[in-house]
């Protein structure tokens, strides 16, 4: 029997970026529909828990690559790793190993890696190249930190153009 208090809420971190994923999803429609990238949404591999025959649970299995990959027009490969932050930084602990070696990979084969992050308080989205996040460019201490002057500040969700990519 129920008490007549308000259950206590609780929150996930695992839905955060949804609804940032699903706004970049629409980005790679309109980059498809005008011809300018083919990028899609890996989805994310889970290891259900069995318990007496059934499922009990599931947990996200260690990813091994981005979040979105593709094929920009003329054929170079792109890897995009979204997240997204309530405060102005972005701790690098954040991208998991696999996915910074996958992001290594891609970048050293002459495609395009990406970090794009969506700063959510301040409204803004950034995309950055993972060879400035690997080569310190991007990166104060651990962290890829919020500046008023980035040069990697993108117009509205159109981070192809906003680097050249066009």
Wanted: glycine share 10%; hydrophobic share 45%; net charge positive.
């Amino acid at each position: 029997m129920r008490s007549g208090r308000p259950q206590a809420q609780v929150f996930s971190a695992a839905n955060r970026g949804m609804d940032f994923e699903a706004a970049l999803a629409l980005q790679h429609a309109a980059y498809l529909r005008a011809g300018k990238a083919a990028i899609i949404k890996l989805p994310t591999p889970w290891v259900p828990h069995w318990s007496g025959g059934k499922v009990s649970g599931a947990h996200v299995a260690e990813t091994a690559a981005a979040d979105f990959v593709g094929c920009l027009h003329g054929g170079r490969a792109v890897a995009v790793e979204a997240k997204s932050t309530n405060i102005d930084r972005l701790s690098l602990s954040r991208i998991r190993h696999p996915q910074r070696k996958y992001l290594d990979v891609v970048d050293d084969l002459g495609g395009v890696s990406l970090l794009v992050v969506y700063w959510r308080k301040l409204g803004e989205v950034w995309a950055i190249p993972w060879a400035d996040v690997r080569s310190g460019r991007s990166v104060r201490g651990r962290s890829v930190a919020w500046h008023p002057s980035s040069v990697y500040r993108v117009k509205g969700m159109d981070y192809l153009a906003a680097l050249g990519l066009d």
